[in-house]
């Protein structure tokens, strides 16, 4: 599915990746963990192809695709997907009329007809079940006046909506409480799949308890330090970040 | 520049949709304007003596008067001599009496803009009043609307038709002194609409006029005139867009709206005129009077408009609140590209009791255009309780062009009440990321981000003409970012 080979980028000059090597396979949720400032934001960033990135070294191969040569939007159209840490609002712009006009660029892409009307609403409202969210959202500005919660749970209901091969999920837990965090990790539950690569990045480890991954990597500047399974992510919550520091760099799952 | 700004410069430098020529023979006046104009222009159209002395006053009066400086645009003189003041298609006898008998290069013309003329127009249900450089071509619908009553003609006709309306009312709400270009109007108008509904008649479609704007350095200068009478509604469209030509066009109309008691006129505007190149060669320049009196009590009228064309742009459609309870709104988008100049906004005269007043702008800006919105909210000593809210925002697409806003504001009632915001902001890479993260190409993205930002107007549209100009806004909207 996804394939990083000795990925470097720098922001503004800097460089923030040092060589990621990562693999991951369909039907895996892989999660990245590591401090502020380690470079976690950067690599979801450079995957879903964000300007003001620049890969200086190394390569993205996605589905035999190299993932690098491709707009942000064909790489979404291929079923890349990029939950955001910080939903941004759209004024004016209804989440429903969003939530169609993505769907039938994807759908485009795959050559796919434009879905019907009432298709469209009968997917909706089922998917909106399984984030919890009211009908009254879909009618909602994007994103507008939503509370951190609400913006979460409306980017899981794009994802779900848009059936993604590979899911990015950055910070998503940042800013939740116990209740909404536990709704949101119930969405993306359902959403786990044999066909469909979930990333999950994460400062903390409480959302592994509701969400549990198959391989855990540490990223510590720039590189990835350690990986293991779930327990890797209980020794980082006992022991903090500060011991993988001067660990030597781990095996790649 | 970034990539990003770079791909979407690439989409604002589109070719211009409806800049195609017609080809059929006119018959124009030389260029040049003196008395024996005006008087040729009345022959022509054989007018009735009232209407012959109005235009020499109007014509007098004009000769005493300066181009206004104050709007914040900028052009080069404009010879008032080298302009054609009258240019009709060359007519075969005594001009077409139905459909069959209009030069069909003239309706392919019109079909190329999608105006629907003949059966289209009746399955839509729109009346059209095509205006054709200067002289009215085809109306249709005439007969179901006269069935109400309802007088919808070219106003060259209506002149001779109804001399009895056309002189006590045009006129009366924008006086031929009013203001430079209202004067020249006035003096040399060649063909417009005019309407009149009934008392206790609601129209029963939209009425519709596509001004389009053909001869090379001819003039357009329509005048319309629109009276609702006591309970009448009546919703009128006006479309409006010219050929692509490397000179300067002129295009001074004045449009007079007259709503009595309880009677409401809704006027939707998409002005589409060729802005000019992406040098400022070229377009037109749209300098329009645009006025309402809400003469009766509880009376309403509102203005709406989507303003995508012209190189320059100045126009502010009113409303004169003179009843008690009365109305007036005012929704615009006004969009400037490349080297585009918009100076636009409006006026809402506050005068009878408890009155109130909406305006509503939304100005967007790309490329190294200048828009300006220019609102005058006045409160007169006796009204009462008046209202105003006025919300005013502006979008930026890139960093080389401008937004201004000038409110003025006079209140002369402490009983008065006016609201007024403002904002400005920029299509943030963040919200366009977000689009493109959903698979949305750059084009789709920014065409959604802006009419989003329009929706407040564009739902003000009727059907037919949101569509249209949600496409408009498609097509020329796009703009850098930064």
Known sequence: ??????????????????????????????????????????????????????????EVIYKGENLLELEPEERAQRGVFLAFQYPVEIPGVSNIYLLKAALNAVRKYQGLEEVDAIDFLNLVRDRMKLVKMDEQFLHRNVNEGFSGGEKKRNEILQMAVLEPALAILDETDSGLDIDALRVVAEGVNALRAEDRSIVMITHYQRLLDHIVPDFVHVLSEGRIVKSGDKELAKELEKSGYSWVHDAPEGQTA | MTDQSQQLESITQREYKAGFVTDIEADSLPPGLSEEVVREISRIKGEPDFMLEWRLKAYRHWLTMDTPEWAHVHYPEIDYQQISYYSAPKKKDDGPKSLDEVDPELLRTYEKLGVPLDERARLAGVAVDAVFDSVSVASTFQDKLAEEGIIF????????????????????????????????????????????????????????????????????????????????????????????????????????????????????????????????????????????????????????????GSAITWKYPSVVLQGDNSIGEFYSVAVTNNMQQADTGTKMIHLGKNTSSTIISKGISAGRSQNAYRGLVRVGPNAENARNYTECDSLLMGDKCGAHTFPYIEVKNPTAKVEHEASTSKISEDQLFYCKQRGLDAEDAVSMIVNGFCKQVIRELPMEFAVEAQNLLGLSLEGSVG
């Open chain 1, 1 to 58: 599915m996804l394939e990083i080979k000795n990925l470097h980028a720098s922001v503004g000059g800097k460089e923030i990746l040092r060589g990621i090597n990562m693999s991951v396979n369909p039907g895996e949720v892989h999660a990245i963990m590591g401090p502020n400032g380690a470079g976690k934001s950067t690599l979801s960033n450079v995957l879903a192809g964000r300007e003001g990135y620049e890969v200086t070294q190394g």
């Open chain 2, 153 to 308: 003609m070219p106003i060259s006709q209506a002149v001779k038709a109804h001399p009895e309306l056309v002189e006590k009312y045009l006129g009366s709400v924008v006086p031929y002194k009013d203001n430079y270009y209202a004067a020249l109007n006035s003096a040399v108008f060649s063909d417009g609409s005019f309407v009149y509904i009934p008392k206790g008649v609601r129209c029963p479609m939209e009425l519709s006029t596509y001004f389009r704007i053909n001869a090379a350095n001819t003039g357009q200068f329509e005048r319309t005139l629109i009276i609702a009478d006591d309970d009448s509604y009546v919703s009128y469209l006006e479309g409006c867009t010219a050929p692509m030509r490397d000179e300067n066009q002129l295009h001074a109309a004045v449009v007079e709206l007259v709503a009595m008691d309880r009677a409401q006129i809704k006027y939707s505007t998409v002005q589409n005129w060729y802005p000019g190149d992406e040098n400022g060669k070229g377009g037109i320049y749209n300098f329009v009077t645009k006025r309402a009196a809400c003469r009766g009590e509880s009376s309403k009228v509102s203005w709406t408009q989507v303003e995508t």
